[in-house]
């Protein structure tokens, strides 16, 4: 469990320096669509992942890997300095992390809010504007949600704003019930 803040606060370090460089340059958008971008490549590559995470890959071999995306994307100088600083540091697996604190910073210099949504399944279009309404009228503000599909969750939904997080999946339920149950 410490390593999990240890690399929450590790990413969130990373994310309000990465955003204070960007708001001085005036990229803030600019490098938040490069970092989405980013992230979708991570959902969608097996080897980004296993690149990122493992400890067998070199920082020297982490940097290379994501200044290839970076050239390839055509990402912003500011966001392809930050990817090799980051890989310099030893700190690439902590990336998803940064990516996620960057855009509650950023969302929140709009006013907005960001959520993540977590099922079981992909929400349906319906499905989808009623949790933005639900989020809305909860936050008092308009959510910029992320929606994400974990088949483990079994059903159900789990959203996370900022740091708190709302589990109402099948799977804490059951595990609640299970924990009961031992005690009994």
Do not use: C, H, W
Not at 50 to 73: R, V
Not at 81 to 110: D, H, P, T
Not at 140 to 168: H, N, Q, Y
Request: no cysteine; net charge positive; glycine share 6%.
């Amino acid at each position: 469990m410490a390593d999990d803040t240890n690399l929450s606060n590790v990413g969130s370090r990373y994310a309000q320096a990465l955003f204070d460089l960007a708001s001085d340059q005036k990229q803030v958008a600019a490098v938040e669509k490069d970092l989405l971008s980013l992230k979708s490549a991570i959902a969608e590559s097996a080897d980004l992942r296993a690149l990122l995470a493992s400890p067998a890959f070199s920082a020297e071999d982490k940097g290379k890997g994501l200044a290839a995306i970076a050239a390839k994307a055509k990402f912003n100088p500011t966001t392809v300095k930050f990817l090799g600083l980051l890989a310099a540091n030893g700190r690439a697996s902590s990336l998803s992390e940064v990516i996620a604190g960057y855009a509650q910073l950023s969302a929140a210099a709009r006013g907005a809010v960001s959520a993540e949504v977590t099922t079981a399944v992909p929400l349906s279009a319906a499905q989808a504007k009623g949790v933005a309404q639900a989020l809305r009228q909860a936050l008092g503000k308009d959510p910029e949600i992320s929606t994400r599909v974990d088949p483990a969750l079994l059903g159900g939904i789990k959203v996370k704003v900022g740091s708190r997080l709302f589990d109402a999946s099948l799977k804490s339920k059951l595990d609640s019930l299970k924990f009961a149950l031992k005690r009994a």
